[in-house]
């Protein structure tokens, strides 16, 4: 590997845009620039009219903006740069970029790359309420709602915060927790990652909350999902944007960038989970996860203890939990150097470009090997990457990153879908959907028929031993029996 086509991250960049007035905030395109300017200036020297290359992750906030990259290269002088957006705001979207770029200059076809992304759902909440009358609504819910709805979500399957708990609850079964040492190690992770955030300048919520008050329900922490309460999923409601500067090394020493500020960048795989939630061979782990860290970790030649940091995708508690279990990583360590998508902000696709510029600037600090892992739609997508103060030996560039065929080969056999089973049945997974005042509004079972096909049936509110029996008031809910009946619109299900 030619040493001056090796990729270093030169430069990052933050925005929190918070204005006393919502209605005043700046759109996702002035925060895209704005961070990227921000990257430049930490770079310490002129680097974005020369840039070769644009990446922009997609946003959601202001719909009308259907592709940035050409208005943000427009705002920064980025004239001669090839341009390109993510194909959608998936969580992964920034560590693919970097990937990209990191390939693309090892290659000897680029020289500067930028990275960037931006969302501004705190200002078009507040503008949809202002123009509603007070209805700030779901950006994620109301886009779903603008495709063609199907079988999972006309039983309430619908955004991710109605999706992850099916693993989270699947999961706490399969690893022989009980309900209280799940949520034990969701607060110990989400409290250890409001710690961080309470220590960095660009995380959104700055103050510390401990492991009892993220998983317990209160009037500021009303529950959202069993078992997750507010306080256990990502932040939207955010205007925040980052960006990262990515060069060869040959370049940044040409321009005069001191090696202090070098990162280099390490090798990534990527591997993905069928799209449809249902066609999943079950929600105990994800293929896609496993074969993603440890390909990273193999094509770096790292251990778990070479790692001085990781940054593990935290939408939800549950993925986390099955990323540090992959990895081999300590719950009492920091999964995370931004502070997580509760705390620090979750601003849907661009996360990981806060936790690339936080990463950045904490191996800057402390020296030493990170890994960045992102996850992405209804744990759908997965990319990691490794990067270092130092080049990482084993590192080479252009290097593929798909790796979907060994995660293919690692997925179980995924149950035949039974639409309009009734009968005795089985619990796979569940969740209880809560209204805005906390209380139950329905309950989703996925369940397996004697056949072994998958189905799902609807929990009504007023079936309420059924649904105290999913929020925890008795025996473990997941491989318990019941029966599916006739109903309308929907079958429903009781325990046996």
Known sequence: MNPDLLPVIVGVGQINDRPENPLEGRDPVALMADALRAA??????????????????????????????????????????????????????????????????????????????????????????????????????????????????????????????????ALRAKLGQT????????????????EVATANPAAWIRKPVSAADVVTPSDKNRPIAFP????????????????????????????????????????????????????RDGYVHSAGMEVSIRKTMELNQLSTADLDAVELYSCFPCVPKMARRVLDWPVEKPATVFGGLTFGGGPIGNYMSHAVASMVLKLREGGGTGLLFANGGYATHNHTIAVSTAPIPAASFPRAYDFQA????????????????????????????????????SGVVVARTEAGKRTLAHVPANYVATIARLQGEGAEPVGASGTITTGEPLRTWRFA
């Open 406 to 441: 060994e995660a293919d080969a690692l997925r179980g056999p995924v149950p035949e879908l039974d639409e309009g089973y009734v009968g005795p049945a089985t619990v796979e997974s569940y969740t209880v959907f809560y209204d805005r005042e906390g209380q139950p509004r």
């Open 40 to 169: 430049e200036a930490d770079a310490g020297v002129p680097l974005l009219a020369d840039a070769d290359w644009l990446g922009v992750v997609a946003q959601i906030a202001f719909p009308d903006i259907t592709d940035a990259s050409a208005p943000v290269a427009a705002a920064i002088g980025a004239a001669k740069a090839e341009l390109t957006q993510s194909k959608g705001p998936n969580g992964d979207s920034p560590i693919l970029l970097l990937n990209e770029a990191a390939n693309r200059i090892g290659a000897g076809e680029i020289s500067i790359a930028l990275v960037t992304g931006g969302e501004a759902l705190r200002t078009a909440g507040a503008r949809k309420a202002a123009a509603t009358g007070g209805q700030k609504g779901d950006a994620l819910r109301d886009a779903t709602h603008r495709v063609r709805l199907g079988y999972a979500q006309s039983h309430g399957l619908v955004v991710p915060t109605d999706v992850y708990p099916l693993y989270e609850n």
């Open 179 to 194: 309900l209280a040492e799940a949520q034990a190690e969701s607060g110990e992770i989400w409290s250890r990652f409001s």
């Open 228 to 279: 997750y309460t507010k306080l256990q999923v990502a932040n939207a409601a955010v205007n925040q944007g980052a960006g990262f500067i990515v060069m060869s090394a040959g370049e940044a020493r040409r321009r005069g960038i001191p090696e202090a500020k070098w990162i280099y960048v390490g090798n990534g795989a990527a591997a993905h989970e069928p799209g449809a939630i249902l066609a």
